[in-house]
């Protein structure tokens, strides 16, 4: 039954759905739900800090309702796709509506096709890595495993690290630093798994070689059969699902740095070197995402068993209310500079 808190995340295709098949103020119904009711609702719902005891710890564990529903979002956002490239091209459609079709296509492609992807990225189970392959190539952010694992979750909280986003570090700069960074960085890292196994970079096993001609294959695959418009705004909904995983890594990770020892050598990564939220909805709606402080202390942990604990640093609100605010540069600064100065 805990796991069924989770199916909420339904809401997300319904709203998507209304978005695709309205006209006016509906298509921006996703962006309402998402960056309006969400931050509004976690002002008035109580944070949740309770963590599993190790009895219930075991029993969720084993619970695979909570991997089926990771599973489930595969088709569904393989539908949703296949849908878009039908809906943008309603005719008489207003520009206006157009954006607003291609942005709540640009969530799923955040919350499903990235979010997900990264946590089942994490399991030791190539099944689990497949699917997520499959939904970050319905976003074009397939280098974001390669790199998440072999370098963010090594490098995080130092200046090594393209998605730790530096003190007084404006969004629209980290946006591309990060993003840019990240995928050349995922390439040094593959040419080089490849070269200590004694084989050439272009290579079958180099995931980023196989990755490219992922994406090649999709995006001719589209421009083939629905035209070059829809590539056009499938590509313009997977920047925007691509903006708004750079937009959580900036919020996630903001101003927070490992100390180096004696021998130059940076700390371990501890539960205090990302930034936690325990507000219920975001929470929920991004399986245990913001728990993110426990989820670098122990990247293999599945996310319905993260723990909110007192020693990690705490958001004033939710992830959605989180990324509006570090839209507003004087303000979030305002407002972090000022929980960073508490914390040193």
Known sequence: MKALKYFTIVILPIVVYICFTNYGWFTYLPALVFFGLVPLLEFFIKPNTTNFSKEEEKIEME???????????????????????YAIQEPNLSNS??????????????????????????RNNRLDEFIGELLLLSSLNTHFLPYHNGGHHYNVATPKDAATARKNELLFVFWFRSHLTSYFQAWQLE???MKNLDRSWFHYQNRMVVYTFCNLFLLTFIYYIFGQFVLFTFIAAAIIGILLLETVNYIEHYGLLRKKNNHGRYERVKRNHSWNSNHQVGQILLFNLSRH?????????????LKSLPESPQMP???????????????WFWVMNKKLSTLS
């Open 63 to 85: 619970n695979k309702w909570y991997t089926y529903l990771l599973y489930l979002t595969l088709p569904i956002q393989i539908v949703f796709l296949i849908f878009f490239f």
């Open 97 to 122: 509506e157009i954006f607003g079709r291609i942005f709540g296509m640009g969530i799923m492609c955040g919350v499903l096709g990235i979010n997900v992807g990264h946590e089942l990225g994490h």
């Open 191 to 193: 040419n080089k798994r």
């Open 293 to 305: 402080s426990d989820h670098h202390y122990n990247g293999a942990k599945h996310y319905q068993l």
């Open 317 to 331: 609100t939710g992830y959605p209310g989180m990324m509006l605010l570090a839209f507003l540069p004087p303000i």
